[in-house]
């Protein structure tokens, strides 16, 4: 491992050692909270898969209930039909914060309102009645879906970034903090060992001449 | 805050999302569509994109990843499905925890 270039003194090896202590705590506290955001994105990309694997089979669904209904009906109708929304929903977003990870918290709220479908029937099919209700009923699906997926791409993404921290903090930083605090601490014994030496040569010196 | 949601693809079947209240943008092509969805992105929060379409623009999706709005969401288009969204989906899982949980069962 490298050894960070320093000046062996005394004042450098205390400052190395207060790195030391806040690398390992670091490490520990990043370890955990990877560790953590882990153990969620297991839960959550659980629930993702089951919920694409359901919305996919529901839009495949809708999509060809649709395209009977347009091939039933004129263009301009088809149109008519599907521009109003059948299903008034206002869409809340908000935030939530999950491991410190900002994610979107999502949430589809309905208005009633009197008449099921927003245009007359005479013109309509009941086919494109049908997919029209079908929308209504994907729509709150979809939403969860662009929801939680948004959420396991983040997560994704933050959990590489913590991992590559705790790694560069493990393999590189606190293997090279420890070996320059013993370099330093070496190099200071070897420094007091030769100067205990040289007194002791002068001391000597000095008893032979008198 | 309130919220709209948009749908970008390629034919007439995302018509049929705008009974539920989504905005359909009509493209013809990939370079088109990344054009709509940058012009989109400030507005709407949540982007629905073909399957067909989100294939080719994966670069720019990428690019929205790290806020958490707007959220750009692939969706089937009328000629099926090809598999872009549980393909992400494994990407995400390979990124975070390097090994398969999901899909392990279907290849054995």
């Known amino acids: 491992m490298a050894r960070i270039n320093v000046n062996p003194t005394r004042m450098e090896l205390n400052k190395l050692k207060g790195r030391l202590k806040t690398a390992t705590r670091g490490h520990k506290l990043l370890k955990d909270k990877t560790d953590e955001m882990v153990r969620r994105f297991t839960v959550i990309i659980r629930e993702n898969k089951a919920l694409r694997d359901e919305v996919e089979k529901d839009v495949a669904n809708l999509l060809s209930q649709f395209s009977v209904a347009r091939s039933l009906m004129s263009k301009s109708d088809v149109a008519l039909a599907f521009s109003m929304p059948s299903v008034s929903v206002q869409l809340e977003c908000d935030k939530a914060n999950i491991m410190s990870v900002k994610v979107p918290s999502l949430q589809l709220v309905e208005n009633r309102s009197e008449s099921k479908f927003p245009y007359g029937f005479a013109s309509v099919t009941s086919e494109a009645d049908y997919s029209v209700e079908l929308v209504g009923k994907v729509l709150f699906k979809l939403v969860k879906l662009a929801e939680i997926e948004k959420i396991t791409a983040m997560l994704a993404d933050e959990i590489e970034k913590g991992k590559r921290r705790v790694n560069a903090l493990e393999h590189v930083m606190i293997p090279n903090l420890q070996e320059t605090i013993k370099y330093i601490s070496m190099k200071l014994e070897e420094n007091d060992r030769s100067s205990r030496t040289r007194l002791m040569k002068v001391k000597s010196m000095m008893e032979n001449k008198v | ?108």
């Open chain 2, 1 to 108: 805050m309130k919220g709209k949601m948009a749908i970008v693809g390629n034919g007439d079947s995302i018509v049929a999302f705008s009974a539920g209240g989504i905005v359909p943008y009509s493209v013809e092509n990939a370079v088109e569509a990344e054009e709509v969805i940058s012009k989109l992105a400030k507005d709407y929060q949540i982007i629905f994109v073909t399957e067909n379409l989100a294939v080719q623009i994966e670069e720019t999706i990428k690019k929205y990843l790290s806020s958490a709005y707007p959220i750009i969401l692939s969706v089937p288009s009328g000629d099926g499905n090809n598999g872009y969204g549980m393909k992400s989906l494994k990407k995400a899982m390979e990124k975070a925890l390097g090994v398969d949980i999901l899909f392990n069962e279907n290849n054995d």
